[in-house]
């Protein structure tokens, strides 16, 4: 199997930046196809922690290659900073980072319009971004309106940008916004192009040499399949394609070259944002989630709404990705309660629904329909391999395993890459 696709199964925040981590090892190249420095992915490297937005995780792994692919929004500003930390840390990027020519660009004027956007909608509509300008990002991309990091590296960049930052203003202004400054934004762009433009490439031709010589590939997926534009709970999503088919249209490598896609899923589920979210708990049970899961976002810093785990959900993130099997994650979260709480469908409107309703008002009236399961209170860390679970444990495992349709092929139980079981999966 050379070529993997992980996805996030819910609203992002499954923990895929360790199960990432964990899988580099197995592989030459770490892919990053979608979304921008809205993700924020967190690793454990010794006593060390990483928290990273724009670089793929893989480049915490001496000798790897990582790509940030056409299907990224990059901040150059923002990734020159974080090319920085991470060298200064021990991990310099020179001849291991490759950055699409395709990629489209994030300028302040995306910032502020998304800041705008957001404080411009009514209560109630307000989406909770990142604030990061991702929006705004891929709507001048779809608009054929954005710059890619090829216009970058073009002698003309000053012109196009000047255009840009024109007609961008004349939109802030007319809101009554603070403007962009353009001999600013160039100044920036350009000081951080000092940087990047050597890994600034053609990446396709690169992943396609890689899978011709038959190495491994990762795409590490951002964000989760329930913020997906297309499949998520819109508007309440991110503006890129999270799930699994964002992986080819955002690096080039076309859905027959791959292999496998593995779901990474909270063994409960969180949210960060607004939006419905059918299994949020607001009381002691979710407020205990938040505490011993740290349920913070890695990028703002919110805290994230917490519910039990959602089989919906996941059996959603099945079907639109094409899960083979389950990373489930934060296992140990889950240790001190008495019991747990799966939910196996929703009630609408007095109807018993088994799929994802694409209306999100829909959403929001959907009640879940549990099944209570009892907990093992008693430590899962350090379990070496599965059959070390308590019983309690694998029934439960087993128990989503049999709602979502998918296995669990590997187990979190904490955050070090050593808190980590592997099952033999038939493949
Ligand atoms: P945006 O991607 O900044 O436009 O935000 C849109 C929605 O996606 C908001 O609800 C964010 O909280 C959410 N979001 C974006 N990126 C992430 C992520 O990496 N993890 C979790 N939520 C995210």
Redesign the pocket.
Known sequence: MSTTILIGAQ???EGKGKIIDVLTERVDWVVRAQ?GN???HTVEVGEERFVLHLVPSGILHEGKRCVIGNGVVLDPVALVEEIQGVAARGFPVEGRLFISDRAHVVFPYHRMLDAQGEARRAKGDQ????Q?G??PAYSDKAARFGLRMADLVDPEFPALLKARVEEKNRALAALGAPVADYDDVLAAVQQAMETLRPLVCDTVPLLHAAVRAGEHILFEG??GIL?DIDFGTYP????SNAGSGGASTGSGVPPNRMDRVVGVLKAYTTR????PFPTELHDADGEELRRVGREFGA?TGRPRRCGWFDAVVARHAVMTCGVDEWALTKLDVLDGFETLKICTAYELDGRRIEHFPANVREVARCRPVYEEWPGWRTSTRGAARFDDLPDAARRYIARLEDVTGAPAGILSLGPRRADTLFREMPR
């Open positions: 609203w992002g925040d979304g809205n993700a924020g989406i909770g971004t990142t990061r991702i929006g951002a964000q913020l309440f999503v991110t503006s960060v944002g607004e939006g990028t």
